[in-house]
């Protein structure tokens, strides 16, 4: 074990009838069982007889529990922990261990995740930065080297698989220079300690690779995913890395996206080179993640033709079916980019005969940088309970996942990681709840936001019922908070460019990357409808784009997405835009100071260093929260002359 943070593994098991336990599995998952013995449980002792145990372990034949579930019975204060592989053993360990964490009652339980793929996509450089890292240096890379500090990827190992998480890619998907050598055999030794210690926890270790290897480590003149040898290359290199790592889980490709290179320069599809892949990787079982996110990021703004909204359908729906079985394309969640409020991606719903997965980001890139708290959850949520009114009736995103992927193995979730050297690993101490929050729901999606910040606080901290709430109501409220004071309705995108911290409201108006607001003296929004504007309201089904196109029907929170409105157009609210504008920028402000309030509260409470930790970012939340109220509510003051009804200062 490390000397860092050890999160929701916090807590003893001291309870004396729960500390025998049978197991008579010699696997590494098995191992890992034992070592959380000694670690979570006061005085655990192995007992070599069934009968002798309060806590059994066995493996058994049940379909029903699939390769990860597992079963959870109690009979005579003996619990029964029953799965069909160690895998499914090791869930039942962490559940049973958060049970009695929180002395909750044993209960009989049977517990299968809802989703076959949970990963982390890190976007970690071997340099030791992190693209939109906010918790410190890389715990894979430093100096263009291994950090090899392995202590630290096994407790980090830990948490995840506690969670359930069973995938990580550890480079980023902008794969840079030294970063392109990762899957030669120079590294694939380094590579294999981290694989094997996440393979110990029941996680399969992804690299994310550079589409143009061929040429930039190959040796060729071209990456053509059409030409043999390029195809000999991918073949050869992954032969390799399987000999070196059996169970290596596969590759993840940003490709055509933002300056990375793919199929485009040689005129092929993004199915010819996703199915490149999957050919040199389905020898071994291998896996190929396709990212979505492609679209023109050299746009005019001049060029009104453009919507970036559309570019993700646009690219992808016609490729529909043309996947290999071992190809997942990965969605982001939102059609433009993690924004605090978008609308769902439509290519859910969209797509029917490809294995996908839904993106999302849990490094806090345009939500406060792991400076302001900004609880993900209900953004997830809200994502995976999105209805998409396919064939006109209720479809779920979270089934439609796995019921329009060939494989339902090869769909689920993945998110864009949070963690770094920092010792608490998230650098906000109640950031480690968005860590807790996906494993949670991508494990279980019917459980609410609530619940699981409730689960979160109760196995982090020893708190008072009151203090818990206290957290609690913080924790709940912080999305909207986050949303009241900077970017309003939908809008998105009024961040300082490139570093997306902070307001800069005209920050990327003229600029190439299609993230426009439009904003003049009598409006602002963009017309996404598909009557009269950039017809991506028509990507959804039938009645999701009525709803969208129609004002009557569109939901306020969306309503700049599709819409250019007039300042003194009324929202469902019953307020005009204007004022909703002034007085959710003074509301988000204030809350914050609340929040400020609250935690002082809570110094008795909290241990000492999570307490000052998240002390002194709120003052950090505070100061930027002001400025973009004032930034924001100014523009609009200037922009539309319309005053503030309550008449509160406004910076004219
Ligand atoms: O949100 C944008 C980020 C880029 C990132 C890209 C992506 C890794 O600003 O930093 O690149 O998304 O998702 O590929």
Wanted: aromatic share 12%.
């Amino acid at each position: 074990m490390s000397t860092r943070d050890t999160c929701w593994l916090n807590k003893k098991i001291a309870n004396k009838h729960y500390q025998t336990y049978y197991l008579a599995e010699k696997s590494p998952l098995a191992t890992t069982i034992r070592a959380e013995f000694a670690v979570l449980f006061a005085n655990a002792s192995e007992v070599d007889e069934k009968d002798k145990a309060t806590i059994v372990f066995e493996r058994v034949l049940n379909a029903k529990l699939g390769v990860e579930g597992f079963e959870m019975t109690v009979s005579e204060n003996v619990v029964t922990l029953s799965a069909t592989s160690d895998k499914g053993l090791l869930y039942g360990f962490y559940h049973l261990y958060t049970q009695l964490a929180q002395d909750k009652a044993i209960q009989t339980i049977v517990s299968v995740p809802d989703q076959a793929i949970r990963m982390i996509n890190h976007w970690d450089n071997m340099d030791g930065s992190i693209e939109r890292g906010y918790a410190g240096e890389s715990i894979y890379f430093k100096d263009n080297k291994f950090r090899r500090d392995f202590e630290t990827i096994r407790d980090y190992a830990r948490l995840w698989a506690s969670v359930g998480i069973n995938a990580i890619s550890i480079n980023n998907v902008n794969v840079h220079k030294y970063e392109t050598r990762l899957i030669l055999e120079e590294n694939l030794p380094e590579v294999k300690y981290i694989a094997d210690i996440f393979s110990s926890y029941g996680i399969k270790t992804y690299l994310s690779v550079n589409f143009a290897s061929p040429k930039i480590v190959g040796g060729l003149t071209t990456s053509d995913p059409l030409d043999e040898g390029v195809n000999d290359f991918w073949a050869a290199i992954a032969k390799n890395i399987y000999r070196a790592i059996p169970d290596f889980g596969g590759f993840v490709v940003k490709a055509d996206s933002e300056g990375e290179p793919g199929p485009f320069t040689y005129g092929r599809g993004h199915d010819d080179g996703a199915n490149m892949f999957a050919r040199a990787l389905a020898p071994f079982g291998g896996h190929v993640i396709w990212r979505c996110f492609v679209y023109d990021c050299a746009q005019d703004w001049r060029d009104r033709s453009i919507d970036r909204a559309r570019a993700a359908y646009d690219h992808f729906i016609g490729l529909d079916g043309k996947f290999d079985d071992n190809v997942t394309l990965q969605i982001k969640l939102g059609p433009i980019d993690f924004q605090t409020r978008e609308p769902v991606t439509p290519l859910f719903g969209g797509l029917k005969k490809t294995n996908h997965i839904i993106e999302f980001q849990i490094t806090q890139e345009y939500t406060g940088h792991q400076k302001h708290i900004y609880y993900l959850a209900p953004v997830w949520k809200e994502a995976l309970d999105f209805d998409t009114k396919v064939n006109e009736k209720e479809n779920l995103v979270k089934n439609l996942l796995k019921e329009n992927s060939v494989i339902s193995e090869r769909s689920g979730i993945a998110a864009v990681g949070s963690v770094g050297m920092d010792k608490n690993w998230t650098h906000h101490k109640l950031m480690q709840s968005n860590l807790f929050a996906y494993g949670r729901l991508c494990w279980s999606n019917q459980l609410t936001s609530k619940e699981i910040a409730e689960e979160w606080l109760a196995l982090s901290f020893d708190l008072s019922q009151e203090a818990a709430e206290k957290v609690l109501a913080i924790l709940l409220t912080s999305r909207e908070t986050y949303e009241f004071y900077t970017a309003p309705l939908g809008i998105g995108f009024m961040v300082k460019p490139h570093l997306h911290y902070g307001p800069d409201i005209d920050g990327y108006e003229y600029d190439r990357w299609g993230t426009y607001h439009f904003a003049d003296r009598n409006g602002i929004g963009v017309n996404r409808t598909s009557i009269d504007g950039t017809g991506y309201a028509g990507q959804y089904a039938k009645q999701r784009e009525a709803e969208y196109n129609d004002l009557a029907t569109c939901p306020d929170n969306l309503v700049l997405f599709f819409h250019h409105l007039p300042y003194t157009h009324v929202l469902h609210s019953g307020k005009t835009l204007i004022q909703h504008i002034y007085d959710t920028h003074f509301e988000g402000v204030a809350r914050v100071e609340n929040y400020i309030a609250t935690w002082d509260v809570l110094s008795e409470e909290m241990p000492a260093a999570d307490f000052e930790n998240v002390k002194t970012l709120l003052q950090e939340q505070h100061r930027v929260a002001k400025d973009w109220r004032d930034q924001v509510n100014t523009y609009f003051l200037r922009k539309s002359g319309i005053a503030d009804e309550k008449g509160r200062h406004i910076y004219a």
